[in-house]
């Protein structure tokens, strides 16, 4: 292990390396903390992230039912290099490095960043919902950021630098056709994930709602003022 990014009550999440030299991602899943239930969801979102792959998703690499000396289950992921110099920058760690103030020019050149990374993120959506598979949790906080490897050469230049928005977090993804469950972050979800009928909501118009949602945080979070997405 090379380091710990979060640790919570059903596991840890850490950067590893491997044998032949790549740096990993791995979410560990503690055996004794599930119950059936968590061992499904967890075989669901096993299924559903090895059957997505796209430029905007956290690339899953491999599965452990039962990780060495641990006996833990694992998935191991891509290690997506931050966009704004903290480990692990997820979309809302570069709202926060990088907020819409200055001069005129710096706070354009800053929305359009935002604005091409929720474009990035309804592209992936789309792809997603062309598979019959609903994220169910889009939201900064799981929208990673990576700059290209050709930008990283240029330090100087951080603030110029193209984004590459990544979504991961499938913990609740689900095939949109079989669920119709109230699933999602409160401050992020469709109003009617909430307020609709079940039967009659349609998953893919909720995905594409939560876009909008996390498009309007982008155009207003650290923009001086006190809107709250």
């Known amino acids: 292990m090379v380091y710990n990014f979060a640790a919570g009550g059903q596991g840890s999440v850490h950067l590893v390396e491997t044998d032949d030299g790549r740096t990993l991602v791995l979410k560990e899943i503690l055996r004794n903390k599930m119950n059936n ?40 992921f891509e290690h997506v290099r931050s966009g704004c110099d903290v480990n692990g920058g997820s979309f809302a760690d570069y709202m926060d490095a990088y907020p819409l103030l200055g001069n005129a020019t710096e706070r354009n050149t800053r929305r359009k960043k935002r604005l091409e990374v929720c474009y990035q993120i309804l592209k992936v959506t789309d792809f997603l919902h062309g598979k019959g598979i609903a994220h169910c949790d889009i939201k900064p906080d799981n929208i990673l950021v990576e700059r290209t490897h050709e930008d990283l050469r240029n330090e100087d230049q951080k603030d110029e630098d193209r984004l590459i928005a990544k979504l991961t977090d499938f913990g609740l993804a689900t095939r949109s056709e079989k669920k119709y469950d109230k699933l999602g972050s409160l401050l992020h979800i469709a109003p009617e994930v909430w307020l609709m009928d079940a039967k009659k909501r349609e998953e893919k118009g909720c995905g594409c709602k939560r876009c909008g949602c996390n498009t309007k945080a982008a155009e207003e979070k650290g923009c001086g003022c006190n809107t709250k997405a």
Request: contains cysteine; glycine residues 2%.
């Open 37 to 76: 239930e968590d061992i499904a969801n967890l075989k669901k979102e096993h299924e559903i992230v090895k059957d997505c792959k796209h430029v905007n998703i956290v690339q899953f690499i491999d599965y452990h039912e039962r990780l060495p000396v641990s006996q833990n289950h694992g998935l191991f």
